[in-house]
């Protein structure tokens, strides 16, 4: 093939966060199929704009984003993700901000700049925490 008929490479930065659903639970307990068209094109959304962000990004801003390590032995999952190579690594999630009043969250792992997807959350059932201002 010659220079002139290369497609060229995509100038992506290296250090931005990828999403990976290699790990992907179908089991439909937390897919995100199951979620309206409007959230679900809410979430795609706030994804794009994660994907914009590095790992050391959502850890500086992990008040607004929610981004943090599992704590299994506060969630209602044990046992952590149904694939054994998902629980070999990190396990987080954060939130979907503006989808379903900032209940929405995504768990997945993380290893090398790619959060691998695993969960979909709409109503923060994972990890109920105690509601604040009531």
Known sequence: MS?????????????KIKFSFEFYDTSCKYCLSNWGEGKIAAALGRLQDINSKTFDDLR???????????????????????????NELEPF??????????????FGAYSQGTFYIVWFDLNHVIWPTLLKNT
């Open 3 to 15: 220079k002139k008929n290369r497609i060229p490479e995509p100038k992506i930065p290296n250090n």
């Open 93 to 106: 999630h954060f939130s979907l901000l503006g989808v379903n009043g900032q209940k929405a969250r995504v």
């Open 60 to 86: 500086r801003e992990s008040v607004v984003y929610h981004f943090n390590s599992v704590d299994w032995s506060k969630t209602i999952e044990r046992s952590g993700f149904p694939l054994a190579v998902a």
